[in-house]
């Protein structure tokens, strides 16, 4: 992550609104827990990547029962906040590209977050992540593609970019591509994302 974009994640005003955004839009994250239910996968430990308070993980806690989660945040506040909300979760704060993990996990998930990386980037990241995964785990990135239609893009350009990001790591064995048309209402502003585009994946053996 580049110096810039490390300062913009940190800035209180930009982790209210993610904070707002995580704890109003559950109905969205709920819709990715459906990836777990239709796949049947069942992962007794789980890491969820840029966090925020621990929001979805713990709806994965409440739906799939999962018990042994870990979630890491850049933001050190929304982690301090996350520990007060769900304290039986393991908390840590850093960058998930250099932050060392003490342990292996059966699902890596991350929403609305990895497509910001520089192409450059996605690579070092995703293999990151793919170190983290016990064998045969999954891995589910998701995201809200509020920033497609604000660039125009139609669900064809939202395929093609996804395409290239796994292009560009090739360390998948397979992964499901599962848009989902959302119309939700966010603080009665209806400029909250359209296509929500979630894969499941494996890492490559
Ligand atoms: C848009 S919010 C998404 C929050 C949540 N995953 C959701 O879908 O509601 C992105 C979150 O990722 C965190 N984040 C951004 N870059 C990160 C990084 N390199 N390592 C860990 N967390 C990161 C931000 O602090 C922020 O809380």
């Known amino acids: 992550m580049n110096e810039k974009e490390a300062k913009k994640n940190n800035n209180p005003s930009k982790i209210l609104s993610m904070k707002r955004s995580s704890d109003n839009n ?3 994250l709920t819709y990715r827990i459906n990836l777990f239910q239709v796949n049947m996968v069942n992962p007794s430990s789980m890491l969820d990547i840029g966090s925020q308070e621990g ?5 994965v806690y409440e739906t799939i029962g999962v018990k042994d989660i870990s979630c890491i945040d850049l933001a050190s506040t929304v982690v301090e906040s996350g520990e007060k909300r769900f304290p039986t979760f393991k908390w840590y704060s850093g960058d998930v590209i250099t932050f060392d993990f003490p342990e292996k996990y059966d ?7 990895c497509f910001s990386f520089e192409k450059e980037e996605r690579k070092l990241v995703m293999e990151r992540i793919s170190s983290y995964l016990n064998d045969n785990g999954y891995l589910l990135i998701s995201y809200g593609d509020v920033n497609f239609e604000v660039r125009g893009m139609s669900l064809e350009d939202v395929i093609d970019e996804i395409k290239d990001f796994f292009d560009v790591i090739n360390v998948i064995k397979e992964f499901e591509y599962y848009p989902m048309l959302c119309d939700t209402d966010f603080k009665g502003h209806k400029t909250f ?3 929500y585009t979630s894969i499941l ?3 490559k053996e």
């Not at 929001?55 to 709806?59: H, P, T, V, Y």
């Not at 699902?107 to 977050?113: A, D, E, R």
């Open 26 to 28: 559950l109905n969205t």
């Open 55 to 59: 929001q979805f993980a713990n709806m």
């Open 107 to 113: 699902m890596v998930t991350w929403l609305n977050g």
């Open 193 to 195: 994302g359209r296509w």
């Open 201 to 203: 994946c494996r890492v």
